[in-house]
C-alpha cells in the first residue's frame, strides 16, 4: 500500500483564511513524519480556494495556503526541498454545488506524493 493510500490528503481552510486547521494536525504530522523518514520521497502540495474572488486573489490564495502547509510540515522535520507548491486557485472544484457546503470543500490544501 502506498503513502497516499494510507494517509489522509485533504487538508480544509476557512473562508479567505490561509491557517492550517488545529483539526488537521494530527494527520500533518502522520505526514511530516513520512517526509522525514524518507528522504527521497517527494511530496506537491495543491493549493485551492472557492469560487468567490477574482481569479488572481483565488490564485494568491491558494499559494497561501499551501505554503501555510508547507510551514507546517516543515517545522514538523520534513524538509523543504522535499516539497513542491503549486495553486489551482478556483480552477479544480472538488465540489460544484454554488454553496457553502460546496464552497467549503474546495478551499483545501491536497497532498500528493510522487
Do not use: C
Amino acid at each position: 500500500m502506498g503513502i497516499s493510500e494510507t494517509l489522509g490528503g485533504i487538508f480544509l481552510f476557512d473562508f479567505d483564511q490561509a491557517v492550517v486547521r488545529r483539526s488537521g494536525h494530527a494527520e500533518l504530522d502522520k505526514h511530516a513524519s513520512a517526509l522525514s523518514g524518507d528522504r527521497y520521497l517527494r511530496a506537491r502540495l495543491e493549493g485551492h480556494a472557492d469560487e468567490r474572488g477574482t481569479r488572481e486573489y483565488n490564485l494568491a490564495l491558494g499559494e497561501r495556503r499551501a505554503n501555510a502547509v508547507r510551514a507546517y510540515l516543515v517545522a514538523q522535520g520534513a524538509s523543504n526541498s522535499q516539497i513542491e507548491v503549486i495553486s489551482y486557485g478556483e480552477e479544480k472544484p472538488f465540489n460544484t454545488m454554488h454553496n457553502e457546503s460546496g464552497w467549503a470543500q474546495n478551499r483545501r490544501v491536497e497532498i500528493v506524493y510522487r
